[in-house]
């Protein structure tokens, strides 16, 4: 079955690092992906990471892999107050099931405070 | 071409009452997608649409909830005889298939409320 879950809130102090957490259960994930919502706005795709790669990195964004324990975790470097918003681990499915929608987890809410 | 638009921005309606929206996405993008998203939660997958057709439709989309996209360009999104907890933001995204490309855009979202 599918399934991402996530911590729900993280508060960190400009300027330190953050880093949010995805597991998930479905195996044959070949993409996985984190977008960033911020209040009343859509989701804005920040990175994304094919399922046999261990680790990507993009500017202040470090994106890890664990395919074996199917954890995946976002390194937001420096963070800014500008940061603050929910961000969503998202999952797609091998084209061959046909499915290519993505399933997100609840999103974490980070707070950056000054 | 901007990025994935939808419209409108927010609704208010009645239960029981009819509603319908609409999202335009970029322009080259043959992948179409539904997804709704309630308060404290991430986006659920709705619809999606490669070209005209419509290729898969989750669960969630009961009887009262209809898409179409007709000449593989806009799409409207349905619901009939609203319910309160039809009460959501209606997200649209779009893609592209060709060269392997699996980045999805989202629309700003039609929030719904249903009183």
């Known amino acids: 079955g599918e399934d991402v879950e996530q911590s729900l809130f993280l508060s960190v102090r400009e300027g330190d690092s953050s880093v949010i957490n995805c597991t998930y259960t479905d195996s044959s994930s070949t993409y996985l992906y984190w977008y960033k919502q911020e209040p009343g706005a859509g989701l804005q795709l920040l990175t994304y990471?094919?399922?046999?790669?261990d680790m990507k990195q993009d500017q202040r964004l470090t994106v890890l892999l664990n395919k074996k324990d199917k954890h995946l975790s976002l390194r937001i470097a420096d963070t800014q107050t500008g940061d603050s918003a929910i961000y969503f681990c998202a999952e797609s499915l091998p084209l061959d099931t046909g499915r290519r929608a993505l399933t997100f987890g609840s999103g974490t809410r980070l707070q950056v405070q000054p | 071409d901007t990025g994935v638009s939808q419209d409108p921005r927010h609704k208010i309606t009645k239960r029981g009452q009819n509603v319908t929206f609409r999202c335009d996405p970029i322009s080259e993008h043959n992948r179409l997608y539904w997804y709704r998203q309630t308060l404290g939660q991430g986006p659920e997958f709705l619809t999606y649409f490669q070209n005209e057709a419509q290729l898969e439709k989750s669960r969630l989309l009961s009887d009262r909830f209809s898409a179409e996209r007709p000449k593989g360009s806009f799409s409207t999104l349905e619901i009939q005889r609203t319910e309160q907890g039809d009460s959501a933001m209606y997200l649209c995204a779009s893609s592209s298939s060709h060269q392997g490309n699996t980045e999805a855009f989202f629309g700003q979202g039609t929030r719904l409320t249903v009183v």
């Open positions: 990471i094919f399922s046999n790669m």
